[in-house]
């Protein structure tokens, strides 16, 4: 089953839960994740969809390192004995179609990552392997953007290269009755093939992570777990290939889709007021 959260007509500027029904999203009257929503009744045909909102409004985003062994290769690093785990920005988030905003401190070197995005359903803590999928509700696509001049040159940490502003596109829906063992991951920049694997190339399979990350931290219901981006980013390239003005990147997963943001360079002004 596939869920999403759109704006339209029936849903007002906040926008609504819903469940895809072929070409029509049947509006649901709360959130999903707790296995409790109802239909209202109301429908949006596919052309009344106005805009995509996050699938889900995460607590916290969880993402690994280094999880395929040759993008660890890429990157010259040693491949980690356990799970490398970093934190974005919940402010990162952003969905389907929104444009990828390349920030005015780093502008330069902003690289894409796809990533099967793993969505908490039920709350989790010190959960075994064998347990750990009875937690997730579903999985989404995601594009694990990062300012790489931040990363390796400038603060030689990760925290603000991963969480500028619209550095972490998830979307555009949750597919619930998916097997994450080998599906397809991909990516395209400006139609291009940049990035090609299988979720079976994981070093550190979803329910191992799910495990782990629970007897770390609690994971409450809508947390996402970035699970890691195959070889072919940017950074990585002869010449380097980053992401300008005018680009179009995709994400796609099997079973799921096509995850699309534009992108933009960041507005410039004193400061903004809500």
């Known amino acids: 089953m596939k869920y999403l ?8 500027p906040e926008g ?10 049947q509006l649901l009257d709360r959130p999903p994740f707790d296995g409790t929503a109802q239909p209202t009744g109301d429908w949006l045909e596919w052309e009344e969809i106005e805009a995509y909102l996050p699938p889900a409004a995460p607590p916290n985003i969880f993402a690994l390192g280094v999880n395929y062994a040759r993008h660890g290769h890429e990157f010259k690093e040693s491949l980690p004995t356990a799970p490398l785990i970093f934190l974005k920005a919940t402010t990162s988030l952003a969905a389907h179609g929104d444009p990828i905003l390349l920030p005015g401190p780093a502008p330069d070197e902003v690289d894409y990552e796809a990533e099967l995005v793993v969505v ?14 009875e937690h997730v509700f ?19 940490q990760w925290t603000r290269a991963k ?20 599906l397809r991951i991909a990516s395209r920049l400006n139609g291009q093939v940049m990035q090609e694997a299988s979720t079976a190339d994981l070093i550190f399979k979803v329910p191992e992570l799910v495990s782990y990350l629970s007897r770390q931290f609690t994971l409450l219901p809508q947390t996402l777990i970035m699970t890691g981006t195959p070889s072919g980013v940017g950074f990585a390239r ?11 990147i995709e994400i796609e997963i099997e079973g799921i889709g096509v995850l699309v943001n534009p ?10 007021t809500e």
């Open 238 to 248: 002869r010449p380097p290939v980053f992401l300008r003005p005018g680009d179009r």
């Open 138 to 156: 579903g999985y989404t696509c995601g594009n694990d953007v990062t300012a790489r001049d931040c990363q390796m040159k400038y603060d030689r």
């Open 263 to 272: 992108v933009a360079a960041a507005a410039s002004g004193a400061g903004e």
């Open 120 to 133: 908490i359903g039920r709350r989790a803590r010190n959960v075994p392997p064998e347990k750990a999928l």
């Open 5 to 12: 959260r759109v704006r339209g007509r029936r849903t007002g």
């Open 16 to 25: 609504a839960f819903g469940r895809l029904d072929g070409k029509r999203v």
């Open 163 to 182: 969480s500028f502003d619209t550095f972490a596109p998830v979307g555009p829906v949750i597919e619930t009755g998916l097997d994450p063992a080998r």
